[in-house]
């Protein structure tokens, strides 16, 4: 006698502040948002690194490593086990990147809504710039065409 039992769905975990995140692509999600970070990179308790920098890349790959120079940082979520979402006495967040004794702290230093308006005050200033320099080239063309009528 076969007894077959109705498969039970767990909903998706709902995380807020804090928890274990160990879905890569959740994992990528989470770090895309980070700007400018303050980080602490420890190996078995032992401080090995720290400084600021910006996140420039976040990515899923196993064949490429995260790298941490420069004040720029390139995170590859397959150089880590897991992700521990954390919250200071102060109540702010940050992210540790967790593998085999190895910790890479995050500790963001802007929000990610003050990363967004930024880069659209970027895009809005390049548009400008560019629109700029497409005007100043028409101008210098239409003085051409007009010199050679005198």
Known sequence: MTYHLPEAKMPAPCIVNTGTIVNKLDMQRLLNDLGHVRYVYTREGTLQSEGEGDVMEVFANPQRSTLVANHALYLNVH???LLELKESPEKETYFDLVQEGSCLRLIPLST??????????????????????????WDAEFDDDNCDLF
Request: negative net charge; charged residues 35%.
């Open 112 to 137: 990610p809504m003050e990363e967004r308006r930024e880069r659209s005050l970027n895009s809005n200033a390049i548009e400008v710039v560019m629109e700029q320099l497409l005007c100043a080239k």
């Open 79 to 81: 150089s880590f086990d």
